[in-house]
């Protein structure tokens, strides 16, 4: 299928509107107080965390899959996603009665593999193939391929683009005008490219942001290069939109309209993940915090907008919580590592507490072995702040000081085994 033969017009969203209607909720559009406060904004959050499958992607799945004619789904369905889009697509071969096959990466978190098998109500088989979604799209295309099963797309399908851009409809219909600004994420870019195929035809006059993690920024990189490209490495950790490579037909469509793209720091968007548990009491997984963290840091918005940020979904595994919170101590600048030469003898720990750490400084880490035959050891201390700025007097304490003590900074490759 190519991309000039499937033109994805504002009426095909608004069809698939209708279509999905009677199937899915229609997800809260809730005022912001600390968002429209830190931005002087009128910001709004789109709360599609709230869905029976917890994120917007059962709107793409469920609008491909209803279209099938019967001699398709009786050859069964496959699909490939880190998660969310299997949810959707195992909550539509549950409600429509077909059976299908889901391959997801093996990046994807337990919890989502759990809700996958309740929400597929026996109707769907998971397997693990690969490390990234694209590693299980390629498997699941080979899958198709031998089996003449239908391939339902996370993102690079006319009716998933279609069905993912009813969002933009509903957002209209709830706030009762088009908004000035939409910050939308992005993964595959179905969902931007379906809600700027309506906003660009419906109210040319909305600003739409598609917002992209940095470690996976794929969608830039098309856009940069003229053509969809794959990225040679991609950080995963927000698996919701860890996608190496753009969709044709996605990068074709936005390519067409008006969009812009930021990239957000993973740090940052767990510091907002934090910021919406603790302060909203709202779970947000990394994907989903997406835009209000790109609203945050890389969006500037005029006083009185009214602006529309997607929390896209809440499936998140509260055993990485941990990580996430490490991730938003260095991402706020709180958090700092180094190695430190200590003279093997009695009262060294002592005096490095003493003289270099500051009366609200933290050893958060100690890693340190006594070797008997050498005069000096070093340790691994990691050193929690009270406050970012703190962090100057700490570095000045350590020049002084007659041990050797060597920084270790966010993009030394030895920093992947501390965060």
């Known amino acids: 299928m190519t991309v000039t033969d499937t033109p994805i017009t504002a009426l095909d969203v608004e069809a698939a509107f209708v279509r999905l209607r009677s199937v899915i909720r229609e997800t809260p559009l809730i005022p912001s107080a600390r968002l429209s406060e830190a931005t002087g ?78 929400l597929g109500r026996g109707r769907v ?38 069905g ?14 088009a908004p000035d600004v939409i ?74 309209y008006d969009v812009e793209l930021v990239t957000v720091d993973e740090g940052r968007i767990c510091t907002e993940m934090l910021d919406l548990y603790q302060v909203d009491g709202i779970i947000a997984e990394p994907a989903g915090a997406l835009s209000s963290a790109a609203l945050l840091d890389k969006v500037d918005v005029r006083p009185g907008e009214d602006v529309v940020v997607i929390l896209s979904g809440g499936n998140n595994d509260v055993s990485r919580y941990a990580e996430i919170v490490e991730r938003s101590l260095v991402d706020l600048g709180r958090k700092h590592y180094f190695l430190v030469t200590f003279p093997q003898e009695p009262g060294a720990l002592r005096r490095f507490v003493e003289e270099i750490l500051g009366p609200d400084d933290d050893i958060a880490l100690f890693e340190y072995v006594k070797r008997s035959n050498r005069e000096s050891g ?6 929690e702040l009270a406050r970012p700025e703190d962090l100057e007097g700490l570095l000045q304490r350590m020049g002084e000081s007659p041990m050797t003590i060597e920084r270790i900074p966010a993009d030394s490759p030895f920093y992947r085994f501390l965060v």
């Open 164 to 177: 993912q851009g009813t969002m933009a409809i509903e957002i209209a219909e709830q706030l009762g005008h």
């Open 378 to 383: 070093p340790a691994l201390v990691g050193i």
């Open 183 to 256: 910050v939308i994420p992005v993964g595959g870019a179905g969902m931007l490219a379906g809600c700027a195929t309506w906003l660009a035809s419906r109210h040319p006059g909305t600003r739409i942001v598609g917002a992209e993690p940095s470690g996976a920024a794929c969608l830039a990189a098309a856009v940069e290069a003229g053509e969809p490209v794959t990225l040679p490495h991609i950080e995963t950790f927000v698996d919701g939109a860890a996608v190496r490579r753009a969709g044709t037909l996605t990068h074709h469509i936005v390519s067409q």
């Open 41 to 118: 904004a009128n910001v709004w959050v789109k709360r599609e965390d709230l869905q029976p499958v917890r994120s917007y992607k059962v709107r793409g799945a469920y609008n491909l899959i209803a279209q099938l004619t019967s001699e398709q789904r009786e050859k069964g369905v496959v699909t490939a996603s880190a998660g969310n889009h299997a949810q959707g697509f195992a909550f539509a071969c549950a409600q429509l009665g077909l059976d299908g096959r889901i391959y997801v990466p093996s990046t994807t978190p337990r919890q989502k593999r759990e809700r996958i098998a309740v």
């Open 125 to 162: 088989d998971l397997i693990v193939d690969g490390e990234t979604y694209d590693d299980a799209a390629a498997a699941a295309l080979a899958d198709c391929e031998r089996t003449g099963a239908v391939m339902v797309p996370a993102f690079d399908h006319p009716d998933t683009v279609a």
